[in-house]
């Protein structure tokens, strides 16, 4: 009997593997942040239906009470807290102390909770801080084996420019208490890159408070200037195998999109119209080349935007690569939100049949 038991669990993990080799290294998680208080307190209702949620299925009901089914690798509902989050994504994360490049971006309209999920508040710690706590434990759990140094870079793209925060900072006090060095080698197109070493969690605290420090500097409002720029955290992972000598070294990015919404076409002028030609630019480069992934195409469109040319060696090849779209409960971004989820679903490159009918 225990033979046959065995024979079944092996069975299970077999097709388990399979399952999961045949998804590929693109994953598409959905959250959907809750109703804010002045959202709820006006009497807003909600198109999300989450009924089939642990499925990895969402539904959104339109005006006529439509209902459109999405699916993803997971959906977390707004009562999902961050640790339910990072739970999903730190298979992903870790494997970056494994050798893999990676790729975590959070993408959606302006307020749906892109750095909430990226970055979190002071008691809830996205996944960007999660992330690097990990990384600690397991390089500390594996020490009679390898040696791992750890570093890390933030950058900013806003306007197709790249805007290295370290080095906009360093004049700071906070960054003076960092090791900073240039990075030898150079990431892509920006040789010179400031790399700060971060040996324990507090270091790692400092470098992001620098970073959202130099974020601040220059711009009249720090909110909208967010909303308008790709916010990059970069780990570089260098890992030394001490029983045969062998030496790796793998990145990690970490990104928190601008703002997705379609800015009114009527609206946008000089500077504005420029930002939002900018910032349509590089999020559908993103989505050209993840697609073109998916799809398995041959030629991948990295050279279309400052984005994906960063990200090129993080995304295909045998990297891992994992998107949260982040949406809005509310009836009023019915319109943003459905934009985000056809976005996320041609990234995740499976598309779902026509709408059904609400029963
Ligand atoms: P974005 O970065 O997409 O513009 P934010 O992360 O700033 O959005 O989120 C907008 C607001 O909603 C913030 O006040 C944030 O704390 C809150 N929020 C977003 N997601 C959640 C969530 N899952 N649970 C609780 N509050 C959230």
Redesign the pocket.
Known sequence: LKMKYNEEQAKRRRLHNQVEDAKGNIRVFC?C??L?KAESSSGCSTVVDFDAASNGELGILNSSSVKKTFRFDRVFT?IDNQVDVFAQASPLVTSVLDGYNVCIFAY?Q???????TMEG?EGNRGVNYQTLEELFKIAKERNDTFTYDISVSVLEVYNEQIRDLLTTSSSSSTSKKLEIKQAAEGLHSIPGLVEAKVENIQEVWNVLQAGSSARAVGSNNVNEHS?RSHCMLCIIVRAKNLLNGECTKSKLWLV?LA?SERLAKTDAQGERLKEAQNINRSLSALGDVVSALANKSSHIPYRNSKLTHLLQDSLGGDSKTLMFV?ISPSEHDLSETLSSLNFATRVRGVELGPARKQI
């Open positions: 959250r942040r809750p804010s707004p959606g302006t307020g749906t909770g892109k750095t909430f508040t909303s928190d703002g982040q």
